[in-house]
């Protein structure tokens, strides 16, 4: 703004200074044209009516005419040693702040008589009049100018830093631990991206805090299990009448069970110090009958205490690829369902089967089956059928969902087949099929 003040000044002073000049050289064609006292009285008053003066001097320095009186400022000019002034004329007085006059002056010969200076001049103060406006014009310029930059930058700076302030509190909702966050992505540049990176950082750490509750779930179901056979066989061992063969096999069966618990926690204490959150699945080829004899002989007193018989059809011939502890859990928690889900006097089966290109374990029972419309549910996380059955047994509705993901993992389907009051079966299907003499394969 401050250039381009000083230019348009100094454009319009040299303007002026150029009109000024132009204007005496009018007067000299003038003169030039024809020289006489009248020319030069009509020329003065001429001059007498506009805001500029006139000063025609002769070469010897006597005044000849003059618009105006002239006065200290205009002597100051006219006393001043003049250069070879060209034809065109010359600028003598252009600095308008300091001196009164700016002033041009213009050579005239009309005969060798009659030859001299036209001196024109003009008032500072007029020119000053000038600037004011101008300075004036510019000040309104300049406050509208910061108006319209003050207006900007508020709303640019508003655009600017609410999707910062929507980032902070985003990410202050994450320290105070609650990460289903949304951040909205309002941009494509850098602050877009921020808000994309905080947005998969919430994502991430929701996905582990879910991670981590059903892993803590998974775990306290494992442990769960092992805990109540070792208290139900527990209970009967302490038995008074019991005769000391049978309280030995409780007691064997104690034993083992605080075994696995002591594997299980052996295996979470390394998975801690590995911070993984998954169970690592190692297999190795069990067969089957002996598996499933040894896991029998575990639960039949529990079936046996509530009166329902065990039955276990199982070819010594079978063979599978499995990590059996975590098989194990699978049976256990089938046949934990079994138990809780059926009354007295009936009968569970666990029976292996071959077919073609698979093996199929079942579990079966004669209890009070799941009613079809539940069906697709009862492997969901955390799903009950009928709350109030439920609630007599005791569970959480996790242990078909983790049936189910211990199978998959695998290698293995599982699928249910149940009639209301006639009973259920959940079948463990393994596609390859491993023999005893013939290695994998078939
Ligand atoms: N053999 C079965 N007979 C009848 N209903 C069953 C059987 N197995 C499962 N269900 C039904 O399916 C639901 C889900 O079973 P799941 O094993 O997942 O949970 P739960 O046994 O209730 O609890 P948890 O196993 O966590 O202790 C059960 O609530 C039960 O109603
Ligand atoms: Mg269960």
């Given at each position: 703004?401050?250039?381009l003040?000083?230019?348009?000044?100094?454009?319009?002073?040299?303007?002026?200074?150029?009109?000024l000049?132009?204007?005496g050289?009018?007067?000299?064609?003038?003169?030039?044209?024809?020289?006489s006292?009248?020319?030069?009285?009509?020329?003065?008053?001429?001059e007498?009516?506009?805001?500029?003066?006139?000063?025609?001097?002769n070469?010897?320095?006597d005044?000849?005419?003059?618009?105006?009186?002239?006065?200290?400022?205009?002597?100051?000019i006219?006393?001043?040693n003049?250069?070879?002034?060209?034809?065109?004329?010359?600028i003598?007085?252009?600095?308008?702040?300091?001196?009164?006059?700016?002033?041009?002056?213009t050579?005239?010969?009309?005969?060798?008589?009659?030859?001299?200076y036209?001196y024109?001049?003009?008032d500072?103060?007029?020119?000053?009049?000038?600037?004011?406006?101008?300075?004036?014009?510019?000040l309104?310029?300049?406050?509208?100018?910061l108006?319209?930059?003050?207006?900007?930058?508020?709303?640019l700076?508003k655009?600017?830093?609410?999707p910062?302030?929507?980032?902070?509190e985003?990410?202050?909702?994450?320290?105070?631990?609650?990460?289903?966050?949304?951040?909205?992505?309002?941009?494509?540049?850098?602050?877009?991206?921020?808000?994309q990176?905080?947005?998969?950082l919430?994502?991430?750490?929701?996905?582990?805090?879910?991670?981590?509750?059903?892993?803590?779930?998974?775990?306290?179901?494992?442990?769960?299990?092992?805990?109540?056979?070792?208290?139900?066989?527990?209970d009967?061992?302490?038995?008074?009448?019991?005769?000391?063969?049978?309280?030995?096999?409780?007691?064997?069966?104690?034993h083992?069970?605080?075994?696995?618990?002591n594997?299980?926690?052996?295996?979470?204490?390394?998975?801690?110090?590995?911070?993984?959150?998954?169970?690592?699945?190692?297999?190795?080829?069990?067969?089957?009958s002996?598996?499933l004899?040894?896991?029998h002989?575990?639960?039949?007193?529990?079936?046996?205490?509530?009166?329902?018989?065990?039955?276990?059809?199982?070819?010594?011939h079978?063979?599978?690829?499995?990590d059996?502890?975590?098989?194990?859990?699978?049976?256990?928690?089938?046949?934990?369902?079994?138990?809780?889900?059926?009354?007295?006097?009936?009968?569970?089966t666990?029976?292996?089967?071959?077919?073609?290109?698979?093996?199929?374990?079942?579990?079966?029972?004669?209890?009070?089956?799941?009613?079809?419309?539940?069906?697709?549910?009862?492997?969901?996380?955390?799903?009950?059928?009928?709350?109030?059955?439920?609630?007599?047994?005791?569970?959480?509705?996790?242990g078909?969902?983790?049936?189910?993901q211990?199978?998959?993992?695998?290698?293995?389907?599982?699928?249910?087949?149940?009639?209301?009051?006639?009973?259920?079966?959940?079948?463990?299907?393994?596609?390859e099929?491993?023999?005893?003499?013939?290695?994998s394969?078939?």
């Open positions: 703004m401050i250039y003040h000083n230019k348009v000044i100094h454009s319009r002073i040299n303007q002026e200074l150029e009109s000049k132009a204007r050289n009018s007067h000299r064609d003038v003169l030039e044209i024809t020289y006292n009248s020319t030069l009285q009509h020329i003065a008053l001429m007498s009516h506009t805001d500029t003066d006139v000063v025609i001097m070469t010897r320095g005044i000849l005419i003059s618009s105006e009186k002239v006065n200290g400022g205009m002597k100051k006219l006393e001043k003049l250069p070879q002034v060209p034809r065109k004329g010359l003598i007085q252009s600095s308008w702040k300091d001196e009164r006059y700016i002033a041009t002056v050579p005239f010969i009309s005969d060798k008589k009659n030859e001299g036209i024109m001049f003009k500072t103060r007029d020119v000053e009049d000038l600037i004011a406006q101008l300075n004036r014009h510019f309104f310029a300049i406050v509208l100018l108006f319209f930059m003050i207006i900007t930058i508020y709303f700076s655009a600017l830093t609410r910062l302030i929507a980032m902070k985003s990410t202050t909702k994450l320290s105070k631990g609650n990460f289903s966050v949304a951040v909205p992505v309002r941009s494509h540049d850098e602050l877009g991206e921020l808000a990176s905080i947005q998969s919430a994502n991430e750490l929701n996905y582990l805090k879910k991670e981590r509750n059903e892993f803590l779930a998974s775990i306290s179901h494992e442990l769960r299990t092992p805990l109540t056979y070792i208290k139900g066989y527990a009967i061992a302490r038995r008074k009448e019991l005769d000391a063969s049978e309280r030995s096999r409780y007691l064997e069966i104690i083992d069970e605080s075994q696995r618990l594997r299980l926690l052996d295996e979470l204490f390394n998975m801690a110090r590995m911070d993984v959150n998954t169970f690592t699945i190692s297999k190795e080829t069990i067969q089957l002996k598996f004899q040894t896991i002989e575990k639960v039949l007193p529990a079936f046996t205490n509530k009166k329902i018989q065990l039955h276990l059809v199982c070819k010594d079978l063979f599978l690829d499995i059996p502890s975590r098989f194990e859990q699978v049976i256990l928690n089938l046949l934990d369902n079994a138990l809780k889900y059926s009354n007295e006097y009936t009968v569970t666990i029976k292996a089967t071959e077919s073609l290109s698979s093996i199929s374990i079942s579990i079966i029972d004669q209890g009070v089956g799941i009613p079809s419309e539940d069906i697709p549910h009862i492997f969901d996380r955390l799903y009950r059928v009928e709350k109030s059955r439920a609630r007599d047994t005791g569970g959480f509705g996790l078909l969902s983790i049936v189910k211990l199978v998959e993992v695998q290698g293995g389907t599982i699928s249910v087949k149940s009639n209301l009051e006639q009973g259920t079966c959940f079948i463990i299907t393994f596609k099929i491993k023999y005893e003499d013939s290695g394969g078939r």
